[in-house]
């Protein structure tokens, strides 16, 4: 399953880059649509609102969002493909919007190349699936505190690992893997109110 | 914390206002509002900032993180925020309130079910408490107005209710899929699952309609949650003026010792001001108002301000109360993807002539687990590993969040600590609260209730504590800690030697000074208070909306 720009739209206005404004409730089986509905009018919102926002992606930016696709193609469920885009456009969002945060990716990806450097000889985006795994397996990362002002690799686990799961585990398609359209975080909208098994 | 920061806005005093109110939470906004309305000139002087709206989201996921503490959600802690706890429970305070406008109603849960007509009468009934000096007829038509203000959506037609004139302003949420669970166990054990009053939008009020996050406690990013800067907001359309960041040091009185002449404040770069008024209304929650009333000493009140009664502090409750949660394997759907974390309730234990006779409030939840982004961000798998550990436990619990009734007993109280001080200097709060039998009672029957529909929905019940188990309180998560309905402590009476302020909420003591909050209650009963202070709040408002007229 590939995760498309829709997706991350959804995930994006989970995080609130994307208006929240307009309304809906879930009510059985429309509820799916209303949902992606509303996500459609976000891409606008979410598209539009950083006037001065380049539309082509500069070199630099490339590489960051080559290390995060690679990082969420580890952390997120094999069974999805976090595109570019998906992870572009969440972060695209966020990048713009608050300069500190950018800061914390630019500075996170350093951090994490690092450690990919001494694990496996290469930065993180350029090894396979396997040495990423095993990078995260023997470093603190996951298993290490996640501190938004702490240690190098804390912020990393904060703003980039938990920031990706965020992302994902806040949106209805990391919801509905595990069978909610409408996870915690996610402004799906109320009243969603199957009947009950028989 | 960085995004509270200090704001440029002007700190000095307005001249000659006819009203001064210390505090924009719930008893301040209500009040201020209704008086501006009405044409009086008020100030309302905030201890904390005015939060950005742009910056709920960011709240939200620092509620939703695990690494981040419920009290840095809304930037609390630190010196300014110091405190101390006696009591036989923990209590975490800086988790319990909000300082900005809007107060503790930025956290709340929204959950606003009235007071019971047996709440105001329960020595006479129960031989327990004191009465209060109103009934629940003085204050109905407030309640009706209160509900009108913030926007109710509520059963009209529901057992277990006081009577009511009017319909509530919005229909109830619809029905959650775990409301159907809840609806179906009752059915068969008999026990009455009725929809909970919430102060959610569902459509018809000037502000956002509810858009499901499910963050309802402590973070509505949408705003369709009610929350009280929308009267500070209101006010200040009807001419208020609001001072954020000024918390008030002192209230300081005249000469003869009989009315407030000045509001004395602190600014963020430490100036030192002086607001005058005709009427001031302390309303700074019911943690902070006695401590401010105890600062206020004097020659003449050398035991705290409007104490002459020596009963300032005292009769200090909390309401006691627990958290279960049910684990239903194999449910169809999820029970957490509904949106509000609350939608029904279960009332029919609450007045109750057989023992025990301690109110409770029984609020049912949609789903009694950790957001999955939360659990993600917990665990220390990834890929599919991760994907199978959140599968295994998503959307398949209940759960009960349990409002009991405490008694007023004049050894719970609200003191200064004068060991430890704040970052201006001045002495903290000293909060030492004792549960007491008659409470755990309560609390016992309704675990119990709750404990029996699990099982009747071949559940398992996979935590249960509270002051049920309060000899295991170290073993406590946090939402089972208390602290988070403090009432009492500036009670109310008819007589001036067992009590602090009047029925119309003016203290005894001072001719100008009233009190608005949870502070003011002479029982607790069981209902969330918020909706009773905001009740109350407007009926002291067309009290001193009469004394100014005349
Ligand atoms: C997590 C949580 C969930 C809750 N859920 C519910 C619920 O569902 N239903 C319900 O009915 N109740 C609920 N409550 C309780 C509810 O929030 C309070 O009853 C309500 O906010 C009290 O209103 P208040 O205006 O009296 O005090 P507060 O809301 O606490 O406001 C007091 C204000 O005064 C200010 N202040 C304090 N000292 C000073 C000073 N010296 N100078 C100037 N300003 C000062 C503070 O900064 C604050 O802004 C909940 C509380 C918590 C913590
Ligand atoms: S469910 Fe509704 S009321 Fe609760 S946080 Fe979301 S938008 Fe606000």
Known sequence: MELSRRDALAALSAAGIAATAGCSSLLGDEGTETAAEETDEATATATDAPTDAPTETPADEASSMDTMVALAEVLYPSEVEPTESFVQTYLYGRIYAEEAYAGEVDSGIETLNGLANDEAGDDFHALSADERVSVIENTDLRTGDSVHDGSDVERVNYHLVDELLFAFYSSPVGGEMVGTQNPRGFPGGYGYSPPLDQ | ?550
């Open chain 2, 1 to 550: 914390m960085s995004s509270t920061q200090t704001d440029d806005t002007d700190k000095t005093p307005v001249e000659d206002p006819d009203v001064c109110v210390v505090g924009a939470g719930p008893a301040g906004a209500l009040l201020s509002h209704r008086l501006a309305k009405r044409g009086h000139d008020v100030v309302i002087l905030e201890a904390g900032p005015r939060f950005d709206m742009e910056e709920r989201v960011e709240r939200m996921k620092r509620q939703i993180h695990p690494e981040r503490g419920v009290d840095e959600i809304w930037d609390m802690g630190g010196e300014r925020d110091e405190y101390t706890v006696s009591s036989d429970i923990p209590m975490p305070l800086n988790k319990r309130r909000a300082k900005g406008v809007g107060g503790t109603s930025l956290h709340w849960g929204s959950v606003v079910p009235r007071f019971r007509e047996r709440d105001f009468e329960m020595e006479s009934r129960h031989g327990v408490g004191k009465d209060w000096p109103i009934s629940y007829g003085d204050l109905r038509p407030y309640y009706a107005e209160a509900e009108q203000e913030i926007g109710v959506a509520g059963p009209d037609e529901a057992p277990h209710q006081p009577p009511r004139e009017e319909g509530y302003p919005m229909d109830p949420l619809p029905e959650s899929y775990a409301d159907k669970l809840y609806a179906k166990a009752g059915d068969a054990l008999g026990i009455d699952v009725q929809p909970m009053p919430m102060a959610i939008n569902t459509g018809a009020y000037d502000r956002n309609e509810c858009q499901g996050h499910g963050t309802c406690e402590h973070v509505c990013p949408s705003g369709g949650k009610y929350t009280a800067d929308i009267h500070v907001e209101k006010a200040e359309q009807e001419g208020a003026t609001v001072i954020t960041e000024v918390p008030v040091q002192r209230l300081e009185h005249g000469p003869d010792g009989e009315e407030i002449t000045e509001a004395v404040y602190k600014t963020p770069d430490g100036e030192t001001h002086r607001q005058t008024a005709d009427v001031f209304v302390a309303a700074a929650g019911a943690y902070e108002t006695p401590r401010l009333l105890f600062l206020s000493e004097s020659d003449q009140y050398p035991n705290g301000l409007a104490n002459s009664s020596g009963t300032l502090g005292k009769y200090f409750m909390d309401h006691s109360g627990g958290l279960v949660v049910g684990f239903l394997p194999g449910l169809e759907h999820s029970t957490t993807e509904y949106g509000p974390v609350i939608s029904s309730g279960v009332f029919q234990f609450y007045d109750d002539d057989e023992a025990p006779t301690g109110g409770i409030n029984m609020m049912l939840l949609n789903g009694a687990e950790p957001p999955i982004a939360t659990v993600a961000m917990t665990s220390d798998e990834i890929g599919d590993e991760l994907l199978e550990k959140i599968d295994l436990q998503a959307g398949n619990s209940i759960g009960l969040t349990l409002s009991t009734e405490t008694l007023p007993r004049e050894d719970n109280t609200i003191t200064l600590d004068r060991s430890k001080t704040d970052n201006n200097g001045n002495p903290v709060l000293d909060v030492d609260f004792s549960v007491g039998q008659y409470a755990i009672d309560a609390t016992e029957k309704g675990v119990s209730e709750f404990t029996d529909m699990v099982e009747e929905l071949g559940g398992t019940v996979v935590l249960s504590q509270g002051t049920h188990t309060l000899n295991k309180a170290d073993e406590f998560i946090e939402q089972t800690e208390g602290g988070y309905h403090p009432m009492g402590g500036t009670r109310m009476g008819e007589d001036p030697t067992e009590s602090v302020v009047d029925p119309t909420l003016k203290t005894h003591d001072l001719e100008n000074l009233y009190i608005s909050g949870g502070g003011v209650f002479v029982t607790g009963g069981a209902s969330n208070p918020t909706l009773t202070i905001m009740a109350l709040s407007l009926k002291a408002a067309d009290h001193i909306d009469e004394e100014l007229q005349g």
